[in-house]
């Protein structure tokens, strides 16, 4: 298949943050009050369906807490706060097998971009802290704070499809969480999971080679663009 641009998620992707997660959920909780204290299983549980940066959220839907708006935006705000804090105090480092596929994607002359739906000071955080000012040269689009809940058309992987000038069948998003790879199917990209959750997924140090995405014949997350390449053959 040919790819011009590579869509990469940052959770699980290109930096390992379960534990920072983790440890910024249960602070959170602390702080609010609530009795809820999550291990690893849990986070993920969340993270399936919600995806990391607000996998909080799953925590209070059936609680008195949901119907208190401002309260359930500072618990937000202070697992945001509390996240930010860890990874400006220990920036960590970039997955190998991640920096790997870059490294080759650039070489064949693919475009790399960033679009996540962590809070853009978290992601500028994380960026800079690995890559200091070579962020600006690798990667063509960074986008922080993203919304994958909007109509397909006018989502945050058109927006950045089309000031790229790139189709959406020659792009291909690496995500963890199902909110960003939904949003990315619907755009018409293809997608692949690599959560450390679920069944059916591609482990990160199974999946990440430029060279086996460039070989792919089907979207490992998405079965209907399996079933429309299969038809067409």
């Given at each position: 298949m040919s790819i011009d641009v590579i869509f990469l998620g940052l959770d699980g992707v290109l930096f390992d943050t379960e534990a920072l997660?983790?440890?910024a959920c249960n602070a959170a909780f602390a702080n609010a009050g609530l009795s809820v204290r999550w291990t690893l299983p849990a986070l993920r549980s969340a993270a399936a369906t919600h995806g990391y940066a607000r996998a909080i959220g799953s925590a209070i839907a059936g609680e008195p807490l949901s119907r208190d708006k401002a309260r359930v935006a500072e618990l937000f705000a202070d697992k945001h706060r509390q996240f930010h804090q860890a990874i400006s105090a220990r920036p960590?480092?970039?997955?190998?097998?991640?920096?790997?596929l870059i490294d080759d994607a650039l070489n064949d002359g693919c475009k790399i971009c960033v679009l996540t739906d962590l809070p853009?000071?978290?992601?500028?955080?994380?960026?800079?802290?690995?890559?200091?000012?070579?962020v600006n040269s690798l990667f063509a689009v960074v986008t922080g704070g993203a919304n994958f809940?909007?109509?397909?058309?006018?989502?945050?992987?058109?927006?950045?499809?089309?000031?790229?000038?790139?189709?959406?069948?020659?792009?291909?998003?690496?995500?963890?969480?199902?909110?960003?790879?939904?949003?990315?199917?619907?755009?018409?990209?293809?997608?692949?999971?690599?959560?450390?959750?679920?069944?059916?997924?591609?482990r990160p140090r199974q999946f990440i080679t430029y060279d086996a995405l460039r070989e792919l014949r089907?979207?490992?997350?998405?079965?209907?663009?399996?079933?429309?390449?299969?038809?067409?053959a």
């Open positions: 997660h983790l440890a960590p480092k970039a997955l190998p097998a991640a920096l790997a853009a000071p978290a992601t500028s955080a994380l960026l800079s802290g690995c890559f200091d000012a070579d809940d909007g109509p397909a058309g006018t989502g945050p992987y058109a927006r950045a499809l089309n000031a790229m000038s790139v189709s959406p069948q020659d792009a291909i998003a690496i995500d963890t969480a199902v909110p960003g790879l939904r949003a990315a199917e619907e755009a018409g990209l293809w997608t692949v999971s690599v959560a450390p959750y679920g069944n059916d997924v591609v089907s979207s490992p997350y998405t079965p209907d663009q399996r079933a429309k390449h299969e038809l067409a």
